[in-house]
Structures are given as C-alpha cells and as structure tokens.
C-alpha cells in the first residue's frame, strides 16, 4: 500500500512563495514512477498542475508555467513543488498522485494540503 503525505500549505501574500513536499511510503522512488500534482478550488474541477514522468520529463499546465516547479528526490523519496510568484487564482487545495497502474498497482492520491493567497 502506498502513502502519500503532503505538507507546507498555507497562508501567502500574492507574489510570495511556499514549496508543497509530498512524502511518499514504499519504493516508488525506486521505479521513477510518474508523479503529479493537483489542484482544485471550491467549485471548481480538480486540474493538473505540474507532473514528472519516467525519464524525468516534466510538464505544467500553462497557468503555472514559469512561475511552479516540480520536482523529486529519490533518496528522500519525496516531491515537491515550489511556487513563486503566487497568485490568488492560485488558491487551491493542492493534491500529489502517484500513478503505479503500468506495474499493476494502483493510482494514489494524498490527502490534500491547503494554499490560500491573499490579495
């Protein structure tokens, strides 16, 4: 079974930054498996932000693009996302996935961490 713990939400005046971490149990470091996060606001559909992909490729949807970046540390066996230039648009609850369904095990999800920014 796969875990996945998400910290560093919180409280940020536009223009700040926060960097989310994504603690994950098992050994899906060790496989590179592709990870993601997600978002979703109140009322709103949950939507990719930022994903890495086997080979270390990484894409953003182009509402982050320049200001997000993603990205893994396997001995760690942590992701992250660093945010600058926030944005109240921002707002969201933030979600990490791990997608392990190629080596026949299953698509996780964490709890959620809570980003506010303030205007």
């Known amino acids: 079974q796969v875990q996945l713990v998400e910290s560093g939400g919180g409280l940020v005046q536009a223009g700040g930054s926060l960097r989310l971490s994504c603690a994950a149990s098992?050994?899906?470091?060790?496989?590179?498996?592709?990870m993601g996060w997600y978002r979703q606001a109140p009322g709103k559909q949950r939507e990719l932000v930022a994903r890495i992909m086997i080979g270390g490729s990484t894409n953003y949807a182009d509402s982050v693009k320049g200001r997000f970046t993603i990205s893994r540390d396997n001995a760690k066996n942590t992701l992250y996302l660093q945010m600058n230039s926030l944005k109240p648009e921002d707002t969201a609850g933030y979600y990490c996935?791990?997608?392990?369904?190629?080596w026949g095990g299953g698509d996780y999800w964490g709890q959620g961490t809570q980003v506010t920014v303030s205007s």
């Open positions: 996935r791990v997608d392990l369904t190629a």
């Open positions: 098992g050994s899906i470091f060790s496989i590179n498996a592709p």
